[in-house]
């Protein structure tokens, strides 16, 4: 697996939720690529909680969204937005889970909608949630105007 470097870090006034790592409450998520698929590791903390001691179904989601939109910079080299997310809740994730894995791909593309798929495997590699994605891109152009996007790569590139 290669380390996939967060284009944005640095950059004055970037404190995105699930990966700025300036974020103090954020989940300082990291990515990286092996093969088709982009995977992060993460661990739950128990203010992370919906029910007790379980991983709020929210944060799931979005732990499951994000690497829909890293999976679109770093495959796609390009940005844009999510316009469905599909989350099945498998199995619950309890709070002091040691290690997640979560893990995603395309699978299908057609002009600027982008078909995806993740899933969030707990320490024993079960399935624990999947979603089903559709994230709209725009031009490379639009993405470097928009959203100071220019270009991703991991860290041996």
């Not at 990515?31 to 709020?56: C, R």
């Not at 997640?100 to 969030?120: M, P, W």
Request: proline residues 4%.
């Amino acid at each position: 697996m290669k380390k996939i470097v967060n284009p944005w870090e640095g950059l004055d006034g970037y404190m995105c939720f699930a990966c700025s790592p300036a974020n103090p409450s954020g989940l300082h998520m990291e990515f990286y690529e092996d093969g088709n698929d982009i995977v992060a590791h993460w661990k739950p903390n128990e203010y992370m909680q919906g029910w007790l001691n379980t991983l709020h179904g929210g944060i799931q989601s979005t732990l499951m969204d994000e690497i829909g939109g890293w999976i679109i910079i770093r495959k796609l080299q390009t940005t844009g937005v999510t316009s469905r997310l599909e989350a099945r809740f498998i199995k619950s994730i309890p709070t002091n889970e040691p290690l997640l894995t979560i893990r995603g791909r395309i699978k299908d593309q057609k002009r600027n909608a982008v078909f995806l798929e993740a899933e969030i495997y707990n320490s024993k590699n079960e399935l624990c949630a999947h979603a089903d994605m559709v994230y709209f891109i725009v031009s490379q152009e639009q993405a470097m105007e928009q959203f100071h996007f220019c270009g991703c790569k991991t860290e041996d590139e």
